[in-house]
């Protein structure tokens, strides 16, 4: 694992104008390219209101960032040490724009990228958040050992992300990192409320996501279920993660563990998940 931390750049030389944050993007291009393809639309004006943001954050950012390479450490060395994989992928640490907060990045053993200005500085929070995005890549690990073919992988297919959302969340829970089970949802201290609503609103939710599926776009089902600026059917956000993780627990009655997370290898998997969700909504 290599790891590219460009926060003490931005925290040493911040300085509060757009000017700045310019010269910090294309001081690391490499490092922004993946952000700026994909998780952060307008950035103009993110830069704007990006800047009226990072002084009440300034501070928490800086806690997180002494913290966020040693659990990287910690985090990978136990997925090291529960399957057969050696993480040598590349890790990079940013301070967008109040985008995204952390992903993967796209290619078959995906590097990683992390935004410090949205995560939390709780040390908790941060391990979560690191074994998600570590779950996603060592999903895809898993995968090219059983020899998954990624050029027949319908990517955009809403059931592609839940089934990779439910895959890494159920790998983050198997390392044991919180007692609080919302937190490995929400990455924070809300999110026993969210899970608590999840359960108990379960069909129904699972139900709405199976109507969208029938009457939506791609990219609206996306927003609703998936980001954090959907949630209009039920109040809350990224409700398709809970739905990915009740998947992956119905995947895992039925086949043994390594099967069930590489059931993307099967050239129906889409119907296979189809005719899952269906029996999860009766």
């Known amino acids: 694992m290599n790891i590219y931390n460009t926060a003490p750049y931005f925290i040493n030389n911040y300085q509060p104008n ?4 310019h010269t910090y993007h294309a001081t690391y291009p490499l490092q922004f390219k993946e952000y700026f393809l994909y998780h952060c639309k307008n950035p103009e004006q993110k ?11 300034m501070n928490t950012m800086k806690i997180a960032n002494q913290n966020i390479e040693k659990h990287l450490y910690t985090i990978t060395s136990a997925y090291e040490q529960k399957y057969p994989i050696i993480f040598n992928n590349n890790v990079h ?28 500085p709780v040390d908790e929070h941060l391990k979560v958040i690191i074994a998600h995005e570590f779950g996603h890549v060592l999903h895809h690990m ?6 998954v073919d990624w050029g027949a992988i319908p990517w955009f297919h809403p059931y592609t992300t839940l089934f990779q959302e439910g895959s890494a969340t159920y790998l983050s829970k198997q390392l044991e990192i919180s007692k609080n089970q919302g937190a490995y949802f929400t990455y924070d201290d809300t999110g026993e409320r969210w899970l608590a609503f999840s359960k108990q609103h379960k069909r129904e939710i699972i139900r709405a996501f199976l109507s969208d599926m029938q009457t939506c776009h791609e990219d609206r089902i996306y927003r609703e279920w998936f980001s954090i600026y959907g949630g209009t059917q039920f109040g809350y956000s990224r409700l398709g993660y809970f739905i990915g993780y009740e998947l ?35």
């Not at 757009?18 to 944050?21: A, D, E, G, N, T």
């Not at 898993?142 to 020899?147: A, G, H, N, T, W």
């Not at 086949?255 to 590489?262: D, N, Q, S, V």
């Open 93 to 120: 640490i940013i301070v967008g724009l109040y985008g995204s907060n952390a992903f993967t990045h796209r290619q078959p053993i995906p590097d990683v990228t992390f935004c410090l200005e949205k995560l939390s």
């Open 142 to 147: 898993l995968s090219e050992q059983r020899e």
């Open 18 to 21: 757009v000017s700045f944050l």
């Open 248 to 282: 992956l627990h119905l995947l895992m009655r039925k086949y043994p563990e390594l099967k069930a997370i590489t059931i993307w290898r099967n050239a129906n998997y889409i119907g296979i998940i189809h005719s899952i969700l269906l029996e999860m909504s009766n």
């Open 47 to 57: 830069r704007k209101t990006a800047l009226q943001k990072y002084p009440s954050h």
